[in-house]
């Protein structure tokens, strides 16, 4: 490891196990919650933005234009158990159970154990309005990827001012 990447104060976690990005390409655990934008399955030009709240397993499922999901009525639909998936393969099994507060009997966490302890609570609906935001980061994750490879700075990664003063 790099002086430089000792010294830096954000550190990036490396996948617990490699993703596949096709099917979920965006997955946080921010906000109380874990969310994340989900393909269709039946329609490439449409995604699914999905969210579970901590705790309370408030799920949300909506497209990227805030129509509901036909799929999250009353329990999990199938986006939102991929998203569960994938996050355990980002972040690890424990990880995403510590940040949902789940209590999960003896044995080896997985995506599926998790997401039957969440159902088993009976969760309600929550509301969507988390939706536009978590779309827009995604947005912005994938402007990120269309830049070229370069060692210089990014204009807008720089938060502080510089320390020079130019003459």
């Known amino acids: 490891m790099s002086d430089w990447e000792r010294s830096s104060t954000a550190r990036v976690t490396v996948p617990a196990w ?3 990005l096709a099917k979920v390409p965006f997955v946080e655990l921010a906000d109380g919650r874990l969310q994340g934008v989900v393909s269709s399955g039946s329609d490439i030009e449409r995604v699914y933005v999905s ?3 901590a705790g309370t397993y408030a799920f949300a499922c909506s497209t990227n234009n805030n129509r509901p999901c036909g799929g999250a009525r009353g329990m999990f639909c199938n986006h939102i158990r ?4 994938e ?3 980002q972040y690890g099994a424990e990880r995403v159970a510590r940040y949902l507060r789940v209590e999960l009997a003896d044995g080896e966490p997985s995506g599926q154990t998790i997401a039957h302890a969440m ?3 009976r969760p309600a609906q929550g509301d969507t309005k988390a939706a536009a935001p978590v779309f827009s980061r995604f947005l912005r994750h994938l402007a990120y990827l269309e830049l070229a490879p370069t ?7 720089q938060w502080f001012p510089p320390t020079r003063a130019v003459a």
């Not at 991929?82 to 998936?85: D, E, P, V, W």
């Not at 060692?151 to 990664?157: D, I, K, Y």
């Open 51 to 53: 969210s579970v709240a």
């Open 151 to 157: 060692t210089a700075p990014l204009p807008e990664m």
């Open 87 to 89: 996050a355990v393969l």
């Open 18 to 20: 490699p993703r596949k």
């Open 119 to 121: 159902d088993t609570t």
């Open 82 to 85: 991929a998203l569960i998936n």
